[in-house]
């Protein structure tokens, strides 16, 4: 009989350390996911700003029609790079 309470408290012990470790663990993802998303939404808010910039800004009428599809090529590329690191932030915080 007295094996039998050993095992059991042995087998609490675990329990407790397991739950204390998931607890730690739990607390420390979701720490991690609220650092993402604030340097994400910062991200984010860094693009949108540089996209408006780059949207203000006036071509030159100087400028050659390659240098106008290389400055909207540069515009498309930054908005795809936007829209998927927006993408993978939704992703990431649905998955956590």
Not at 3 to 12: G, M, N, P, S
Not at 24 to 46: G, K
Not at 73 to 93: D, E, I, Y
């Amino acid at each position: 009989m007295r094996e039998f309470e050993l095992a059991l408290l042995r087998r609490d012990d675990v329990i407790r350390t397991l739950s204390a470790n998931l607890r730690t663990m739990t607390e420390n993802r979701d720490s991690l996911q609220t650092e993402y998303m604030t340097q994400a939404s910062q991200l984010v808010e860094q693009v949108q700003l540089l996209q408006d910039q780059l949207k203000q800004v006036s071509l030159p009428d100087y400028m050659d029609t390659s240098t106008d599809q290389r400055h909207l090529a540069f515009l498309s590329q930054l908005n795809l790079v936007g829209c998927r690191f927006l993408m993978t932030a939704v992703c990431v915080s649905v998955v956590c």
